[in-house]
């Protein structure tokens, strides 16, 4: 980020240099001019996205929702906004589990200016590569939507390395880097690389990720978790106990030309002991020793560089992850709670003398799993939620050494865990690698709403305490369906209705009962608000199943009253005119117990017409509707229509002829839970098939051309199932369960334009 608050520096100060004489007049609109190229170098560093003649840049960063369960179920838009609802606690930046953050504040790396890494796996080690890039490694299968198999080499400006491939494999884990020379070696969980035999630890060509197959280290029982070198040997710690058959407790000094052990040093961890974590300092006299720490007897200790113990040990009571220096203080993390007789919380500084606590004020409330010391700095990651007192999500930073908890705080949405957990510097910018997917989150009770052109959550939002199906806006309010029971507190049984743009609870309550009922869909014509859930028994004290609407303007329940059978409910409501097509799971529909699943009624009176059919029904329930060019494409669990036969989860009514189009050539191999049409005649479809019309190459959401009835080019090829979208613009709003999409982490939604490569 400095060295675009750099070149934002110089062209305030390339301005006052002119602002010495009296100013030519001239068009600021006209791209000759000097006004025009300094007025576009400010828009762009400043992000300004207002109107104007000057050139417009995308400042969109692309935000997920988040928590425990993160599912997007329904999507609309207001004035700019677009709004989701679901079931999540947070939403934050759809990084993945590494992020580029500013050193001072934590806050992301806008993406024009370093395009997220989208790292879909674990980030388990950062280091940089010396030249203000980094290589990263973990157990992650793609960088930025790119296969890369675990270890992965970063540019400067963020982009990924073409040129460094590492063989593939994908049962591989990477949990430690270091370079020296040409070199960069990896450790972990492997038992081979590529043609070579190499076994939890490996060495590769640092430009082209090629192995050396001359380094060729005896094999390790156990994985290796930190590599270090003094420029001359690695010094390599892991949870082994023997290494090339001979005993060696979590500790191994090699060659790092060949990988052949020096049998001379005999340094290691107490019998049966593993290592966490090895730190090359000094101790107080200046003398280079290596420290590690770990679950072993004693938990930390240190050797010279010949392999004696040295006097330091500060004996902490639990497990210890991680060890730094800074200055002539040793920092160790973990989940210990006393240093000797000490109480000191998970974090604390000790002397590098004997080991005695000298800096234990940092008075964080959990577990510590990884640090580092960047500068006067100390960054940890673990499972805290607070320090002295204030809010962080799982990272913090202090001062050092008066340990004064500073401003950074990247407000994580996952408690890290061992081994996955690193920070690393570069400028004025960190990168921090963990098992979060998200940064800079910010809480949101199962309602979001974004801003259309930077992604940015609009603050001030309502909480609803369970989940949002259905979302509709109508002039200036926008209607909510769901399970929930209360907004912000104030109680609202499964309907509620926003003032937009304030998004405040309007006041009226129309009174849905019982508690339970799940409204899953709701629409409207000029004059009424129709909606439907499951379990809907009455409105305003009035008896109203499954079916209901309310005036617009008045929001009083109408005489609308479809009448599904008893705990019956319709999923999707289309209006054509002044008629609404009713699907759903029924078997009753204005009391006639013959109507299954799909029919049409009038929009004024309720009453059925005979169409799409009074006779032939989908075999089970009709879950979304689109319409296009004078034709209905409803999808669902359905796999035939009375005696018009297959119909394989997807079928066209055309309303012109009021038949169904037979044969039927858009079809899913399994559930269709939503279709939306484009005014091109594009249909996205979600739901949990894996493929359309026969084509697997994208499962859960996929899209054909509803004027050739083809599927299109186009595979998210999401990890989970799609539920919904919605079309804007030219844009594509997608949500669902799902946390990747083209091979990058998303948070249950992605924006796409439809013209991403596969």
């Avoid at 828009?43 to 996205?49: A, K, L, P, Q, S």
């Avoid at 104007?52 to 928590?67: A, D, M, R």
């Avoid at 309502?462 to 979302?471: E, Q, T, V, W």
Wanted: charged share 15%; glycine share 12%.
């Amino acid at each position: 980020m400095g060295r675009f608050l750099f070149l934002f520096v110089s062209v305030l100060s390339f301005i006052n240099l002119f602002q010495c004489k009296p100013a030519d007049l001239e068009n600021a609109c006209d791209v000759k001019s000097k006004s025009f190229l300094l007025g576009t170098i400010i828009r762009y560093v400043t992000g300004d996205h207002s109107p104007s003649c000057l050139p417009s840049f995308s400042f969109f960063e692309g935000w997920g929702v988040y928590g425990t369960t993160a599912r997007v179920n329904a999507i609309t838009s207001y004035q700019g906004q677009i709004i989701l609802g679901g079931e999540f606690t947070m939403v934050g930046i759809a990084t993945g589990s590494a992020a580029m953050v500013d050193a001072q504040t934590g806050m992301s790396i806008p993406n024009r200016f370093c395009p997220h890494l989208k790292v879909k796996g674990l980030t388990n080690v950062v280091i940089s590569d010396e030249s203000g890039g980094f290589y990263i490694g973990g157990d992650f299968t793609h960088v930025q939507g790119i296969k890369r198999s675990q270890v992965a080499h970063i540019l400067p400006g963020c982009q990924l390395d073409t040129n460094f491939v590492p063989a593939e494999d994908p049962n591989r884990n990477i949990t430690a880097l270091a370079l020296l020379g040409e070199n960069l070696y990896v450790g972990g969980m492997f038992t081979g690389w590529g043609s070579g035999s190499q076994n939890n630890i490996a060495s590769i060509h640092r430009i082209t990720g090629a192995l050396n197959p001359g380094f060729l280290s005896p094999s390790y029982d156990n994985s290796v978790f930190d590599i270090v070198s003094d420029g001359s040997a690695l010094y390599v710690g892991g949870h082994f106990q023997n290494v090339g058959g001979s005993p060696r407790y979590g500790l191994v000094k090699l060659s790092p030309v060949t990988g052949a052990v020096d049998s001379s040093f005999t340094a290691q961890a107490p019998a049966s002991g593993q290592v966490n974590d090895l730190h090359l300092g000094t101790d107080h006299t200046g003398t280079s020793v290596l420290y590690i720490v770990g679950p072993f007897t004693g938990r930390a200790m240190s050797f010279y560089l010949n392999g004696t113990q040295t006097s330091w040990s500060p004996n902490p009571n639990a497990e210890v992850f991680k060890v730094k220096q800074f200055e002539n203080t040793i920092y160790l993390g973990g989940e210990f709670t006393t240093i000797g007789v000490t109480p000191a919380n998970y974090l604390v500084g000790v002397d590098n003398q004997l080991g005695a606590v000298k800096e234990n004020s940092f008075a964080i409330n959990n577990y510590v799993r990884s640090l580092n010391v960047i500068g006067n700095k100390l960054y940890v990651l673990g499972e805290f939620t607070e320090a002295k007192g204030q809010k962080r999500n799982y990272a913090a930073s202090y001062d050092l050494p008066s340990q004064n908890l500073n401003q950074w705080d990247p407000s994580l949405n996952s408690t890290i865990y061992f081994p996955a957990g690193d920070i690393v510097l570069s400028g004025s910018t960190i990168l921090m690698g963990s098992n979060f997917s998200t940064i800079n989150t910010k809480l949101r009770n199962n309602f979001a709403a974004f801003d259309e052109e930077t992604g940015y959550p609009a603050e001030n939002t309502p909480n609803f305490d369970y989940s949002i199906k259905a979302l509709h806006v109508k002039d200036n309010h926008l209607f909510v369906g769901g399970s929930f029971e209360s907004i912000n507190g104030i109680p609202r049984i499964s309907f509620a209705i926003l003032d937009l743009p304030s998004y405040q609870l309007n006041p009226t309550n129309i009174g849905v009962s019982p508690v339970g009922t799940d409204i899953r869909t709701i629409t409207s014509n000029e004059n009424q608000i129709f909606f439907s859930g499951y379990g809907l028994a009455s409105v305003a004290g009035q008896t109203r199943n499954g079916l209901a609407s309310i005036d617009s303007n008045s929001f009083g329940l109408t005489s609308w009253n479809p009448a599904l059978g008893a705990g019956e409910s319709a999923s999707t409501l289309l209006i054509l005119k002044d008629l609404i097509f009713v699907g759903g799971i029924f078997n009753s529909l204005n009391g006639d117990n013959t109507v299954l699943n799909y029919r049409a009624v009038d929009a004024n009176t309720g009453v059925m017409r005979s169409i799409p059919s009074s006779a032939n029904y989908p075999s089970n329930g009709v879950n979304g509707q689109a319409y296009f060019d004078g034709k209905i494409y409803l999808g669902g669990i359905f796999t035939s229509i009375g005696s018009f036969g297959t119909f394989n989860h997807i079928a066209t009514y055309d309303t012109q002829t009021q038949s169904y189009i037979t044969p039927n050539y858009i079809y899913a191999d399994a559930m269709v839970s939503s279709l939306t049409a484009s005014p091109e005649g594009k249909v996205i479809v979600t739901g949990s098939f894996s493929g359309l019309s026969g084509n697997t190459a994208s499962q859960y959401i996929a899209a054909f051309d509803a004027k050739t009835n083809s599927v299109l080019d186009w595979y998210p090829n999401p990890n989970d199932v799609g539920n919904v979208s919605y079309y804007k613009n030219g844009k594509w709003f997608i949500g669902g369960d799902f946390i990747n999409a083209f091979n990058k982490p998303y948070g249950a939604f992605f924006v796409s334009y439809m013209n991403e490569k596969n």
